[in-house]
């Protein structure tokens, strides 16, 4: 094997944001604390109007001794900062990291004694969902893969993806030359739900996955706003990520056991996102259903009812998605009202809880 230059760094730890005054010195305090030469940090300014930039090179200059690199463009969404991110990137492996969440400690050394032994494709971990106002709220989450060990199976790889859910690709850390293979830019520019349309294809190409149970992430909820709304685009994204790995996956010629897999990630996702579309006023509601409905159907490979009728032997969760969305799909009176009243109760709560917020 050819040596790695000196020089080249083992991991480049990739942080966009935008505006983020707030919480990037202490999501920053948690990188470079674990860091040393083998590391590089490129933090992507997406055109932030607030301090963000002279929090950074606050940083910078508090540790000159690391690779720590700003990298400041006009403001594209995070989508595009990714792309900025990957595109500056020289490190054998890529961790992104949001610039509001924690990388929890030793996890740099957890990747790198995975990455000496086993050098795979991509390792996945472990992530915390963390409630900084209501710690007795926070969860980790572990994923299905038998951990440290490799695995080669390409269908083991995408058939315990899908079946966790768990599309972040903060808790995935390929080789860069994966991210390679797939033409640039390759995150899909203004749009939400970025890494649900690209994690899959990165991890199709993955010969080889190591799964650390180690809790990577402390990734952050923020307190209910009553600005935080579901919206026409958050929808029509959400359903259209998923579809565009649909013609990715065909070319591939993923195997059967992949495909029935994605069709029913698809049926949680679709039946999760029917349901956020109640908070929505009513006529809209309905005509944004009327796009996702269009864009799911479109999305799976197998006919809907035989979806369906799969999940419903399954286990009691897959079965009760299925009775769910074949009530959504055959425009159930029932269901409708069903969801428009939760849907205005957990409004009224998340209301109230905002009113008794701290101000």
Request: positive net charge; hydrophobic residues 45%.
């Amino acid at each position: 094997m050819t040596p790695r230059p000196a020089e080249a760094p083992l991991l480049s730890i990739l942080v966009p944001g935008y505006n983020v005054e707030r919480f990037i010195t202490d999501c920053l305090k948690h990188i470079v604390a674990q860091m040393h030469a083998r590391h590089e940090l490129i933090v992507v300014d997406d055109g932030s109007t607030d301090a963000t930039v002279a929090r950074v090179r606050a940083v910078q200059a508090a540790h000159p001794r690391l690779r720590i690199r700003l990298v400041e463009q006009a403001n594209q969404g995070i989508a595009d900062a990714r792309n900025r991110a990957l595109r500056e990137a020289r490190g054998e492996y890529i961790l992104f990291v949001d610039s509001d969440d924690r990388l929890l400690p030793r996890s740099l050394e957890a990747l790198e004694r995975v990455i000496a032994e086993r050098h795979p494709d991509v390792i996945a971990t472990a992530l915390r969902f963390w409630h900084p106002d209501a710690p007795d709220k926070d969860r980790d989450v572990y994923m299905s893969y038998a951990p440290e060990q490799t695995i080669t199976c390409q269908d083991a790889i995408l058939t315990a993806f899908f079946r966790d859910r768990h599309m972040y690709v903060w808790c995935k850390v390929f080789r860069r030359a994966i991210y390679a293979q797939e033409a640039m830019p390759l995150f899909p520019s203004r749009r939400l739900f970025e890494d649900v349309a690209v994690v899959p294809r990165l991890l199709q190409r993955c010969r080889s996955l190591v799964y650390l149970p180690h809790v990577l992430l402390a990734y952050r909820q923020h307190p209910v706003s009553i600005t935080r709304v579901i919206s026409e685009q958050w929808c029509v994204d959400f359903a259209s990520a998923l579809a565009a790995v649909k013609p990715h996956f065909e070319r591939a010629g993923v195997s059967a056991a992949v495909r029935a897999q994605f069709d029913v990630a698809a049926c949680h996702f679709y039946i999760g996102l029917v349901k956020n579309s109640y908070q929505l006023p009513a006529a809209k509601g309905d005509a944004v259903r009327g796009k996702v409905r269009a864009i799911f159907l479109d999305s799976l490979f197998a006919p809907p009812r035989q979806v369906l009728a799969d999940m419903a032997g399954a286990g009691r969760h897959d079965a009760r998605t299925a009775r769910q969305v074949r009530r959504a799909l055959d425009g159930s009176r029932w269901f409708h009202l069903q969801q428009s009243a939760v849907r205005k109760l957990k409004l009224w709560q998340r209301l109230a809880r905002t009113r008794a917020l701290p101000r």
